[in-house]
């Protein structure tokens, strides 16, 4: 049975920082993709951060200069930094793999990230 679970997030002060990780388990995901996912209420869930097989990232606009993805494959964990928070960060933040961004195959049940001005 394929897993994803996130850990980490929690409350913030606005310019601070927090991380977030994402265990996954099940399969091996080193072919995947992997990125976190974000849903504030009232609000369409966005990607915020992936990475793919290769090492390369994407970041939204949103976050970069801000954000860092990276991944252990041998842990099949993928970890998010997040720094400069902003009280527009918060939301549930969700991890995902899947070969292709706009439809990833796995998800996990999220983890809330709260941002305090």
């Known amino acids: 049975q394929v897993q994803l679970v996130e850990f980490g997030g929690g409350l913030a002060q606005a310019g601070g920082s927090l991380s977030v990780s994402c265990a996954a388990s099940?399969?091996?995901?080193?072919?995947?993709?992997m990125g976190w996912f974000r849903q504030a209420p009232g609000k369409e869930r966005e990607i915020v951060a992936a990475?793919?097989?290769?090492?390369?990232?994407y970041y939204a606009d949103s976050v970069k200069g801000r954000v860092t993805i990276y991944r252990d494959n041998a842990k099949n964990t993928v970890y998010l930094q997040m720094s400069s928070l902003k009280p527009e960060d918060t939301a549930v933040y969700y991890c995902?793999?899947?070969?292709?961004?706009?439809?990833?195959?796995?998800w996990g049940k999220g983890t809330q990230v709260t941002v305090s001005s």
């Open positions: 990475i793919y097989w290769t090492g390369s990232t």
């Open positions: 995902a793999a899947g070969t292709k961004l706009s439809s990833m195959d796995y």
């Open positions: 099940g399969r091996t995901f080193i072919n995947y993709a």
